[in-house]
DNA sequence: GCATCATTGATACAGTCGTATCAAGCAACC
DNA sequence: GGTTGCTTGATACGACTGTATCAATGATGC
């Protein structure tokens, strides 16, 4: 509901422009504008005392970027109700910003999916790293090829959400190239890291396992351990059960010790 | 936009009701309307001679009843441009139906998703038991196994577009507890018939392969196809290289003959 | 001739969606 | 003081969504 009888400028008193779209205009000219902008500039300098220690960057440091923040928006939404329910408005909202914010960080919506995606690779390799760092031993080649492998499981709420999202985003991604694009870019070959890891072992137990491909061993356990995962998340199996099986399977490809 | 002024009834010219919502009226009463169904149905009657001999059900042999064929449009959209463009306006144009009967066949937009995945259960079910009755050599189990397995990969554009819809609908079930219900019921449980499978083979070929258990490998079997067939949609794999992990797996499974 | 049935046609409604537009806020430079 | 640039607030627009409403169609039985 547009104000009928607009009065005239803030400052001069002049009258104003009557735009149909967009905010309504308050002040007559940019120069009004300038001079409130000036006289509540003073007067904040006057009743704040000196400037004191202004924290520059304070909204940067205290949960990322806008951006950042945005982007976990869309991650929670997309956890908890779906990707087809993180319109920009619902994002906006659980990010704590308006609307306009988000068009303006991300120009569209297609553009704040792309990021969000781009943004949540990184955010789970960060994580993943710090879990691997966090092993009891390192050397200890089957515990390290269990983690690699649990990352894909939901065994907290954290995987758990995101294994939601990446699903999400693995369907549309089946009809939106840009966000396949990101997935076939960002995401390194996980299988590459499990056939070594299972070499080492072999090398490092009593003897290569006679007619053992590594390569094929990784492709189906990565393969196998995701479809796992998207059980459980869908009630299908129980964590327990997807550990039994995990474990027969790697005890049969490692080297007894 | 309306008829501003509206003319009689066609039949005995009487004013007629103004209904300000849905189809605009034409006749004045229930008797005007049947008084001109006869006209019409006498004249028809006279025209096309004898009833000659009327296909009763002719609209229902000639695609399946008319929710299969609603239920068709939604797995085609959802394959082509995944389920959130399978509004209700598109799926009745896809199916060459009117949005009322849409409407009226399943009730809301939930019933019709719910009832299309039914009916896709269904579907996939009956081409899969056609295809394995097409075996070559039906004592072969390694071949059976091998066909089970290949029903989750996208082989021809037809397993192709029922894995995409297949997965469109899983992840949304995540987030719909009635969807998940179907998924949950309907699916019978492959890895039993897999797990039969290996332990057939097993005792027809040489002997149980020591400490071999058929339903841990199974379960990494199933779910491992299931996640090749998504990395062979998402462009990630080749269907060779799939194959060619499949029949490193198999080769290691089954006893060699 | 009339009532009734399941089905379909023709709208209408209220809401949400992505996006666009114009102006204000704030700071820096001239 | 005036201008410029990046950021944000406050709308507005048009398209689309799911659903609801009322009437017509075709057929059957009384």
Not at 3 to 27: F, M, Q, S, W
Not at 59 to 72: D, L, N, Y
Not at 124 to 137: K, T, V
Not at 148 to 160: A, C, I, S, W
Request: net charge positive; glycine share 8%.
């Amino acid at each position: 509901m547009r104000d009928e009888n607009p009065v005239g400028c803030r400052v001069c008193g002049a009258p104003l422009a009557t735009a149909v779209r967009g905010r309504p205009p308050v002040y007559c000219s940019r120069g009004c504008q300038a001079k409130a902008y000036r006289r509540r500039a003073g007067a904040r300098g006057r009743a704040a005392a000196p400037p004191a220690a202004t924290e520059p960057t304070a909204p940067r440091t205290e949960g990322g970027s806008r951006r950042q923040q945005i982007a976990e928006a869309v991650w929670r939404i997309a956890a908890e109700r779906g990707l087809e329910a993180a319109s920009m408005r619902e994002v906006a909202a659980a990010a704590g910003v308006s609307l306009r914010v988000v068009q303006y960080h991300f120009g569209s919506k297609h553009g704040l999916l792309v990021a969000a995606l781009h943004l949540l690779h990184e955010e789970n390799e960060r994580r993943a790293r710090a879990r691997m760092a966090r092993l009891a031993d390192p050397a200890d080649l089957r515990a390290v090829l269990g983690a690699v492998l649990g990352e894909f499981l939901p065994l907290d709420e954290q995987r758990r959400r995101a294994l939601r999202v990446f699903v999400a985003y693995y369907v549309r991604s089946l009809n939106d190239p840009a966000l396949a694009e990101v997935f076939l870019h960002d995401a390194q070959p996980v299988e590459r890291l499990v056939a070594g890891l299972i070499r080492q072992a072999c090398a490092a137990g009593g003897g290569p396992a006679p007619g053992l491909d590594p390569e094929r061993e990784a492709d189906l356990l990565v393969s196998g351990v995701t479809g796992l995962g998207m059980d459980v998340l869908h009630g299908r199996r129980t964590l327990a059960d997807v550990r039994t099986t995990l474990d027969y399977h790697l005890d049969r490809i490692l080297p007894a010790r």
